[in-house]
């Protein structure tokens, strides 16, 4: 339709005595720059809504697999186009431990048969820590950090090796005490903060992409 009006007013342009041949030569050029930023802003709100699409079926069939456990031991949600899982500790670890327990694998095998329907996207598993300092006696972890990562590697280990998630969609990352989701001076705020996140990255090699066609 664009098309249609910027060669009815080209033509319209022509028609007129007083615009040299140049000068319309120039029109039609910012005519058709016109024509094809419009098609690059549709193929972004293109891309923007497929990103919405997948992130909707995502949640969905998560809620679908975790729909058994409390609300309190899973929080499921999308934040400015980023999917989020939250599973918290005591759903997955013996206490101050990396250490899965049973209900973690029947949980994460659940997880798994998602993500794996997804070969094309990339998960961020991340620990997250209260602010209750580890016992400096333990000679395999000095502190939260070390309990964050170990824990987000013991889960990557779990997915990949026993669930069959392609290792090169998975990076393990340790976020300690230093993201906290709730107040820490509340045994509810501090049972909150101990959790595992699964992140669903945005794959922005694709949206450079469609950014390189402009």
Do not use: C
Not at 1 to 30: R, T
Not at 41 to 52: E, H, N, P, T, V
Not at 135 to 163: F, H
């Amino acid at each position: 339709m664009l098309k249609k009006n910027n060669n009815v007013a080209l033509k319209q342009l022509e028609d007129l005595s007083v615009i040299s041949s140049s000068q319309a030569e120039s029109i039609k050029k910012s005519l058709d720059n016109i024509g094809a930023k419009d098609s690059y802003i549709q193929s972004i709100q293109q891309a923007a809504a497929r990103k919405d699409s997948l992130n909707m079926a995502l949640v969905m069939n998560l809620k679908g697999a975790l729909g058994d456990l409390d609300d309190q031991d899973v929080n499921i949600k999308v934040d400015k186009g980023v999917v989020y899982v939250d599973i918290s500790d005591k759903v997955l670890f013996k206490t101050g431990s990396f250490d899965v327990n049973d209900k973690a694998k029947v949980v994460l095998g659940k997880v798994a048969t998602v993500l794996k329907a997804q070969p094309d996207l990339e998960y961020m598993v991340e620990g997250h820590t209260d602010n209750v300092t580890l016992n400096g006696n333990n000679d395999l972890m000095q502190d939260n950090w070390d309990l964050s990562v170990k824990r987000a590697t013991t889960i990557v280990r779990l997915l990949q090796k026993q669930y069959g998630l392609n290792p090169a969609q998975l990076v393990a990352a340790g976020r300690s005490e230093y993201k906290p989701i709730a107040d820490n001076s509340t045994p509810e705020g501090k049972a909150r903060n101990r959790r595992t996140r699964i992140v669903v990255l945005p794959q922005l090699d694709q949206f450079f992409k469609l950014l390189e066609r402009k």
